[in-house]
């Protein structure tokens, strides 16, 4: 059993990389895998990523993070959008110097249902004096094809993470690059707000303090006070992000981008920093380590690997 000062640390050091703001919608649908016991959230951890094998737990740490929502609200212009249940994962490498670095999933870092947009097409983009967009704007009585949802993705590795604002207010705890995906048919496959080379870049942060919980596991999953795994709780927190800017929407119009413009004007895109927000209620965030990643040096990053493959139902 490790002694309490072991515990003791690692709860620190794990609670300052918490990561209680990171919550945004995300990709609709991700791999996912059952996992037992306390490894249950964990879902999605690039656990055999090379960064997170390499990790020796003594100059190089490796954790498992998840946060979590049910719901919230995104502003983007003049369009504000009800979000479901979100979901982040990533891999964290604590550096002995005190810097730590991110590896996302190979799916990507967000996970979250699809949001509806207010109004659909009619209202994203009618009345218009544009005769091409004045004759869509005449189809859409049907309630299919006025329907549009809105999903959130990773559009690049997230970076610039701060450790000690996880568990405090109003610090920027990452920089998340993203895009939103609007699908309807009318608009074709390839209608984006956002693109990997001008993403949408949040910098979430939380704006209450989380309630702080700890427990202990084996390294199947299973609860046991003496177990050599450590989880991390924090939970209640409401975060927001109002600083990013939002581009204007591509490529929407099956004649891919014939209709940008309709779309932008009802919009108001490009956005402004300072116009558009993003707010997560009630976050759930959860982070996992070895309890003493020193002691199996230099093979911490596999440890943890074997764990959570152990805990696979």
Request: glycine fraction near 10%; aromatic fraction near 4%; hydrophobic fraction near 40%.
């Amino acid at each position: 059993m490790p002694q309490f000062p072991t515990r003791a640390g690692l709860a620190t050091v794990s609670a300052l990389t918490a990561l209680g703001a990171f919550v945004s919608m995300g990709t609709a649908t991700a791999a996912e895998t059952a996992l037992n016991g306390e490894w249950a959230p964990f879902t999605r951890c690039p656990v055999d990523a090379p960064a997170m094998l390499a990790a020796d737990g003594l100059q190089k740490t490796p954790q498992c993070v998840v946060s979590t929502s049910a719901s919230g609200s995104i502003k983007l212009g003049k369009t504000t959008v009800v979000t479901g249940k979100t979901n982040l994962q990533l891999g964290v490498v604590q550096n002995a110097d005190g810097t730590s670095s991110v590896v996302a999933p190979p799916s990507g870092a967000l996970v979250a249902d699809s949001a509806t947009v207010p109004g659909g097409l009619l209202g994203l983009m009618c009345p218009s004096d544009v005769p091409v967009i004045t004759a869509i704007c005449k189809t859409l009585d049907d309630s299919t094809l006025n329907k549009i949802t809105a999903t959130m993705e990773s559009v690049g590795a997230p970076y610039a993470f701060d450790q000690t604002a996880g568990i405090l207010t109003d610090m920027p705890i990452v920089a998340l690059p993203v895009r939103i995906h609007l699908e309807n048919p009318l608009l074709g496959g390839k209608c984006y707000i956002g693109t990997a080379a001008n993403p949408i870049l949040l910098r979430p942060e939380n704006r209450t303090y989380p309630e702080f919980g700890m427990s202990f596991f084996r390294s199947d999953g299973t609860p046991d006070e003496a177990g050599e795994m450590s989880r991390i709780n924090l939970t209640g927190a409401t975060q927001n992000d109002s600083s990013f800017a939002v581009p204007a929407a591509t490529g929407c119009g099956l004649n891919v981008g014939l209709i940008n413009a309709a779309v932008n004007a009802k919009t108001g895109l490009p956005s402004a920093a300072g116009n558009n927000s993003l707010t997560l209620n009630s976050t759930r965030t959860h982070l996992t380590g070895l309890n003493a990643p020193g002691t199996v040096a230099p093979d911490a990053g596999k440890v943890l690997s074997e764990n959570w493959h152990s805990a696979v139902r």
